[in-house]
T-cell receptor
Framework: EAQVTQNPRYLITVTGKKLTVTCSQN?????MSWYRQDPGLGLRQIYY???????DKGDVPEGYKVSRKEKRNFPLILESPSPNQTSLYFC????????????????FGDGTRLSIL | GENVEQHPSTLSVQEGDSAVIKCTYS??????FPWYKQELGKRPQLIID?????GEKKDQRIAVTLNKTAKHFSLHITETQPEDSAVYFC??????????????FGQGTILTVHP
């Protein structure tokens, strides 16, 4: 089954304790992206990757790191989490940028709810 | 960078009525405009999209219109049903820009369809 898998799905942690949210896709997609979703603010792009070893900032990259060492994985790293990073996070992937292609649009994971106390 | 404004933030309609959600964008170079539906507790899913070379696109009860001059686009849902209740997001993308991977979303509209 084609899917984007995020782990963990839920996490409660404390300020300053480094954490990593993993994202893995099994569709051989070149493009992967991270978004955060907050009430009243919609979805905001954190980082994206057009291909292996190619990453770029989205609109809200501060406080986050990413890496793309292999095609299927795109982890999101919070080196020193703070309460303002409490949010719902989505990873997404597609063959060709955020537009996908005519048959396969950008596919989202199920989301990771982070609470940072 | 791109800025997308979406209105209204909440919309309540009776079953069978039409619903319209509007978005404006700031970057005149944006040329791809998708709409996503997110049901409660679920992931966003693409429901319809439009590119800047067309003014309107329709898929059964859903249609999207684009006015490039005014830099706004709208989602139209006709004959609404309770299962249309969800959060809807618009987005804008510049497929010809140097930041090809960027996608900017609106703030979302909570649509409630009352039986």
């Amino acid at each position: 089954e084609a899917q984007v898998t995020q782990n963990p799905r839920y996490l409660i942690t404390v300020t300053g304790k480094k954490l990593t949210v993993t994202c893995s896709q099994n569709m051989n997609h070149e493009y992967m992206s991270w978004y955060r979703q907050d009430p009243g603010l919609g979805l905001r792009q954190i980082y994206y990757s057009m291909n292996v070893e190619v990453t770029d900032k989205g609109d809200v990259p501060e406080g986050y790191k990413v890496s793309r060492k292999e095609k299927r994985n795109f982890p999101l790293i919070l080196e020193s989490p703070s309460p303002n990073q409490t949010s719902l996070y989505f990873c997404a992937s597609s063959f060709l940028g955020p537009t996908g292609n005519s048959n396969q649009p950008q596919h989202f994971g199920d989301g990771t709810r982070l609470s940072i106390l | 960078g791109e800025n997308v404004e979406q209105h209204p933030s909440t919309l309540s309609v009776q079953e069978g009525d039409s619903a319209v959600i509007k978005c404006t964008y700031s970057d005149s170079a944006s040329n791809y405009f998708p709409w996503y539906k997110q049901e409660l507790g679920k992931r966003p899913q693409l429901i319809i999209d439009i590119r800047s070379n067309v003014g309107e696109k329709k898929d059964q009860r859903i249609a999207v219109t684009l006015n490039k001059t005014a830099k706004h686009f709208s989602l139209h849902i006709t004959e609404t049903q309770p299962e249309d209740s969800a959060v809807y997001f618009c987005a804008a993308h510049n497929a010809g820009g140097t930041s090809y991977g960027k996608l900017t979303f609106g703030q979302g509209t909570i649509l409630t369809v009352h039986p």
